[in-house]
């Protein structure tokens, strides 16, 4: 991808039909941000959350899910050792499915956090998880991109660190995620490692880690303790790592072996049905809702087998799909609706809550891209979440992450920040003397109150176009798209990484280049 930046047409013109100068148009362009500003804390919600079921409804989910577990079961594949746990701890176990006395879930997740401290390598970066606070980390998992040149094509590495840098640059994304492209042009069993490495080097927030086998989760421990040390790594959470159930009711080999090193090892799992409603879980709401909880009871639950006391996120990724076509959707209502309900499950288990992000269907952003990414993201915030994973770069539902995407979206996680904090009941902010001094009829441009606070009164984009059409067309008519990948070029242009200690460098580097001559090349 080249970086080359290109100068917009009219940069800096500003009003210059109306005869304003450069001097106030670059003054303008500082004060609305034309570059990443200072990287912002965790949120702390000042909020409400937004409940659709009452006691009774919530009460009506927990029975059924307890029915299922009890009477349907969940299947624990290909893994004996789950197996013989769940049997040691009361279950019936029939072939690989498990059925679970009513309550056994429930009495095991007593002893996973309610909250616990997400370390970063820079403890200014530090994140708590649960309770009243919120994350932002950008999409997980696509094998494509879209690039700075309109390109749809396979993710390589280069573009996996581009998203890195991204990220640990945007000021509202509190974590640098986890697998932000699928990087193809390495091979499949050693591009964790260099995935893990590109956390760790070009960014200083918060990572997460492997879970395609559970001998890339153990690389994932052994890097993580070159760079906070072993003791460190085993008494405290340094990585978060997205669990998926294989829904309908299944855990697989894959994602059972990564949790339990994760759990092992004192490091959280984000235990998350996958969900189509319609057709991995059933077309309604309630019934949705049923299978997420049984399947996140029993996947959460077992970490508490592993190791009592290990952190756990309750998890959901919600979408509908298309009855026409089968394809999935989103920003509808239902999938809000089910996201809602979980996160009111979540907070009455105790465990910090995962869903939401920025979603869409559409392949490039658009109109529709827009739209369903803000329907998806407003309720994610809304709802409480603790953990937001896609929050950025998300396109094509999942398939893509896309440069231009990830720009507009890290701009709205800077509003939903801003909209996080709640109203402000200062004196400051009461504004009596403001009112006392412009009186009847006049205008608060000019006055004292104004003058003190224009520049933090209101978020300020730096991509939305709210100019007069006149400037538009005079520094060339551009489309948000455009000006989200003008950004995004000079962001990356002048990326600078964090400090890493030569010699934890030295280690890691050494540590992959071992491991990578260990075993031969493998694309599948």
Same mark, same amino acid.
């Given at each position: 991808?080249?970086?080359?930046?290109?100068?917009?047409?009219?940069?800096?013109?500003?009003?210059?039909?109306?005869?304003?100068?450069?001097?106030?148009?670059?003054?303008?362009?500082?004060?609305?941000?034309?570059?990443?500003?200072?990287?912002?804390?965790?949120?702390?919600?000042?909020?409400?959350?937004?409940?659709?079921?009452?006691?009774?409804?919530?009460?009506?989910?927990?029975?059924?899910?307890?029915?299922?577990?009890?009477?349907?079961?969940?299947?624990?594949?290909?893994?004996?050792?789950?197996?013989?746990?769940?049997?040691?701890?009361?279950?019936?176990?029939?072939?690989?499915?498990?059925?679970?006395?009513?309550?056994?879930?429930?009495?095991?997740?007593?002893?996973?956090?309610?909250?616990?401290?997400?370390?970063?390598?820079?403890?200014?970066?530090?994140?708590?998880?649960?309770?009243? #606070?919120? $994350?932002?980390?950008?999409?997980?998992?696509?094998?494509?991109?879209?690039?700075?040149?309109?390109? &749809? &094509?396979?993710?390589?590495?280069?573009?996996?660190?581009?998203?890195?840098?991204?990220?640990?640059?945007?000021?509202?994304?509190?974590?640098?995620?986890?697998?932000?492209?699928?990087?193809?042009?390495?091979?499949?069993?050693?591009?964790?490692?260099?995935?893990?490495?590109?956390?760790?080097?070009?960014?200083?927030?918060?990572?997460?880690?492997?879970?395609?086998?559970?001998?890339?989760?153990?690389?994932?421990?052994?890097?993580?303790?070159?760079?906070?040390?072993?003791?460190?790594?085993?008494?405290?959470?340094?990585?978060?790592?997205? $669990?998926?159930?294989?829904?309908?009711?299944?855990?697989?080999?894959?994602?059972?072996?990564?949790?339990?090193?994760?759990?092992?090892?004192?490091? #959280?799992?984000?235990?998350?049905?996958?969900?189509?409603?319609?057709?991995?879980?059933?077309?309604?709401?309630?019934?949705?809702?049923?299978?997420?909880?049984?399947?996140?009871?029993?996947?959460?639950?077992?970490?508490?087998?592993?190791?009592?006391?290990?952190?756990?996120?309750?998890?959901?990724? #919600?979408?509908?799909?298309?009855?026409?076509?089968?394809?999935?959707?989103?920003?509808?209502?239902?999938?809000?609706?089910?996201?809602?309900?979980?996160?009111?499950?979540?907070?009455?288990?105790g465990l910090p809550f995962r869903t939401g992000g920025s979603l869409c269907g559409s392949k490039v952003p658009d109109a529709q891209? #827009?739209?369903?990414?803000?329907?998806?993201?407003?309720?994610?915030?809304?709802?409480?979440?603790?953990?937001?994973?896609?929050?950025?770069?998300?396109?094509?539902?999942?398939?893509?992450?896309?440069?231009?995407?990830?720009?507009?979206?890290?701009?709205?996680?800077?509003?939903?920040?801003?909209?996080?904090?709640?109203?402000?009941?200062?004196?400051?902010?009461?504004?009596?003397?403001?009112?006392?001094?412009?009186?009847?009829?006049?205008?608060?441009?000019?006055?004292?109150?104004?003058?003190?606070?224009?520049?933090?009164?209101?978020?300020?984009?730096?991509?939305?176009?709210?100019?007069?059409?006149?400037?538009?067309?005079?520094?060339?008519?551009?489309?948000?798209?455009?000006?989200?990948?003008?950004?995004?070029?000079?962001?990356?242009?002048?990326?600078?990484?964090?400090?890493?200690?030569?010699?934890?460098?030295?280690?890691?580097?050494?540590?992959?280049?071992?491991?990578?001559?260990?075993?031969?090349?493998?694309?599948?």
């Open positions: 991808m080249s970086l080359t930046t290109e100068q917009p047409e009219g940069e800096g013109g500003g009003r210059r039909a109306r005869g304003e100068g450069r001097g106030a148009a670059a003054r303008r362009a500082s004060r609305s941000g034309g570059g990443p500003g200072p990287s912002l804390p965790y949120i702390t919600r000042k909020i409400r959350e937004y409940e659709v079921l009452d006691e009774e409804g919530l009460q009506l989910i927990e029975r059924n899910a307890d029915t299922v577990l009890e009477e349907v079961g969940i299947e624990f594949r290909d893994d004996a050792e789950a197996l013989a746990l769940w049997k040691e701890a009361g279950c019936e176990i029939k072939g690989e499915r498990v059925h679970f006395p009513k309550g056994l879930c429930r009495e095991l997740l007593k002893t996973a956090p309610k909250t616990f401290t997400w370390h970063a390598r820079n403890p200014a970066r530090n994140c708590e998880v649960g309770g009243k #606070a919120t $994350i932002f980390a950008p999409v997980y998992g696509p094998p494509f991109v879209r690039d700075l040149e309109g390109n &749809r &094509r396979y993710a390589t590495i280069e573009d996996f660190r581009n998203f890195v840098k991204l990220a640990y640059m945007a000021p509202s994304m509190h974590s640098s995620g986890g697998t932000v492209c699928e990087p193809v042009d390495v091979p499949v069993n050693k591009r964790h490692l260099d995935m893990i490495y590109s956390h760790i080097k070009y960014s200083d927030k918060p990572f997460m880690g492997s879970v395609t086998a559970p001998e890339r989760a153990e690389d994932t421990i052994a890097m993580a303790k070159l760079v906070f040390g072993e003791d460190f790594v085993e008494k405290n959470t340094v990585t978060l790592n997205l $669990i998926n159930a294989n829904s309908p009711m299944v855990f697989d080999e894959t994602m059972v072996g990564a949790l339990k090193v994760y759990a092992r090892h004192n490091q #959280a799992s984000v235990v998350s049905p996958f969900i189509l409603s319609g057709a991995m879980s059933p077309v309604t709401v309630a019934g949705t809702l049923t299978q997420i909880l049984a399947e996140v009871l029993a996947g959460a639950a077992f970490t508490q087998l592993i190791r009592a006391g290990s952190p756990v996120l309750f998890g959901t990724f #919600a979408a509908s799909i298309s009855m026409q076509s089968g394809a999935p959707t989103f920003g509808t209502p239902e999938p809000s609706l089910v996201s809602y309900g979980a996160a009111q499950l979540a907070r009455r288990l891209a #827009a739209h369903e990414s803000a329907n998806t993201l407003n309720m994610t915030l809304l709802a409480g979440t603790n953990f937001v994973l896609h929050a950025a770069g998300w396109l094509e539902g999942g398939l893509v992450s896309s440069y231009e995407k990830f720009m507009i979206d890290q701009d709205q996680l800077g509003m939903m920040q801003k909209m996080a904090e709640g109203v402000d009941l200062s004196e400051n902010a009461q504004a009596l003397d403001a009112i006392r001094e412009v009186g009847p009829g006049s205008h608060f441009l000019g006055c004292a109150h104004t003058q003190a606070n224009f520049q933090s009164a209101f978020y300020r984009s730096p991509l939305a176009d709210n100019n007069s059409f006149e400037q538009w067309e005079i520094e060339g008519q551009k489309r948000i798209e455009q000006r989200a990948n003008a950004l995004c070029r000079s962001w990356l242009e002048h990326y600078e990484a964090p400090y890493l200690d030569p010699a934890i460098d030295e280690a890691l580097l050494e540590f992959i280049a071992k491991r990578k001559d260990s075993m031969p090349d493998a694309f599948t």
